[in-house]
């Protein structure tokens, strides 16, 4: 357990959740630092100061990696809010592109290019629990207090998509 918690409206929750989102974190990662809150963006192929390579055991070793979550658990704010479209035709069309390789892109081409009237919805849908999801992942790595996350989920439940 670290012996500083963070503030945590200090902390950039979109860009949290953007990592625990990113499913093609290979070559880069965003990394923490437990005593600011400051994030750092590493890539394999140009450090973290955009021209020095450095390997990620190199860096201060007290930043905390933020790994992505795995993809299963983003893919069911798809199929959830596919569930929750009234219009039957847009909601088996959306089920349908979540199916296989490729699921993310298809879904958000569906929505963007065929029903853009929920859009504003969708977004709704995703971000609060990315959001939600970014807060925990402070709370687990000790980042912030037990009653931050408290008070963030009673002021963010999720939202009705309908």
């Known amino acids: 357990m670290l012996g500083h918690v963070l503030e945590l409206d200090g902390l950039d929750l979109e860009e949290i959740a953007e990592a625990l989102a990113d499913q093609e974190c290979y070559e880069h990662r965003r990394l923490i630092d437990p005593r600011t809150g400051a994030i750092t963006f590493w890539t394999a192929d140009s ?12 860096l201060d070793p007290d930043l905390v990696a933020i790994d992505p979550l795995p993809s299963w658990i983003w893919y069911q704010d798809m199929a959830d ?8 035709h847009a909601s088996q069309r959306l089920a349908r592109a979540i199916q296989g390789k490729g699921a993310f892109r298809r879904f958000k081409d569906e929505l963007h290019d065929r029903y853009p009237d929920p ?10 629990p990315a959001r939600q999801r970014a807060v925990q992942w402070l709370a687990d790595h ?6 931050d996350v408290g008070s963030f989920l009673a002021e963010y439940p999720d939202p009705d998509p309908r």
């Open 119 to 128: 859009l504003p919805a969708w977004y709704a849908f995703r971000d609060t």
């Open 47 to 58: 450090g973290i100061d955009g021209h020095h390579p450095i390997d990620l055991d190199d």
């Open 81 to 88: 809010f596919a569930d929750t479209i009234a219009r039957e």
């Open 142 to 147: 000790a980042l912030i207090s037990d009653e």
